[in-house]
């Protein structure tokens, strides 16, 4: 049977049930779990700072009545973190280039940010629709842009992350063929393409970091544009 490169994308199923799930909670429990000690391993002390330090840049820009969001925020930051890095092992699966699934953790949270503003200040949230000192003949333009702009932040962010992680995942597998295949007619090609993997490893490692952050701080530049 001819396998394609999008076939690695699809959900894995078992008995016709699908693993995508499976694949999802695994990573919560890589996460170690906090004990009552007042002394405790080297790991859990490095979860902690690394918690720390996560929640420290997200709720740096936003203001104190936002600082309510930073559970959910640094959960998901965790989240997409694990299922990015852990896909780029072998044999694994990805959620995270799933379309669906991006824009189901999107489209909730914008929401919640858009309706949080819409209730605690209807006024700013409906002015960031039409920009001070509009001419008016431009003013219906302006808001049908403004509001486009407005409605298509969850779809670029799902967008966003699944187009990045695809590619990258794309590219290691095109350059891995070309090496084994390459590897017994010109041995000399089939090591410089294997060095060119190796870095194109390293900065997937890189992406996969740098996508989850910006995915959760374009959420909260978009929480602290309603509060």
Do not use: C
């Not at 819409?118 to 008016?136: I, K, V, Y």
């Not at 302006?142 to 990258?168: C, D, K, W």
């Not at 290691?172 to 041995?187: F, G, K, N, W």
């Amino acid at each position: 049977m001819n396998l394609s490169f999008f076939d690695h994308f699809s959900s894995p199923t078992f008995l016709g049930i699908p693993l995508i799930l499976i694949s999802m909670t695994f990573p919560a429990l890589l996460l170690p779990s906090p004990g009552n000690r007042w002394i405790t391993s080297r790991l859990s002390t490095l979860q902690l700072w690394f918690i720390n330090l996560i929640t420290k840049q997200l709720m740096m820009p936003i203001h104190n009545k936002g600082h309510k969001w930073a559970l959910i925020l640094t959960s998901l930051m965790i989240f997409l973190l694990l299922i990015n890095l852990l896909g780029l092992l072998p044999y694994t699966f990805t959620p995270t280039t799933q379309l669906s699934m991006n824009l189901a953790l999107a489209f909730p949270l914008w929401l919640a940010t858009l309706l949080t503003g819409l209730r605690n200040q209807p006024s700013a949230s409906l002015g960031h629709l039409l920009p001070e000192g509009t001419p008016t003949p431009l003013i219906p333009a302006l808001i049908m842009i403004e509001t486009t702009s407005l409605l298509i932040r969850p779809l670029a962010l799902g967008v966003r992350l699944t187009a990045n992680l695809t590619a990258g995942h794309l590219l290691i597998q095109l350059i891995s063929t070309a090496t084994m295949a390459l590897s017994s007619t010109m041995p000399a090609v089939s090591m410089l393409a294997l060095l060119v993997l190796l870095l194109l490893t390293i900065l997937e490692v890189a992406v996969a970091m740098i996508q989850a952050y910006v995915f959760v701080l374009l959420l909260s530049l978009y929480l602290q544009e309603n509060i």
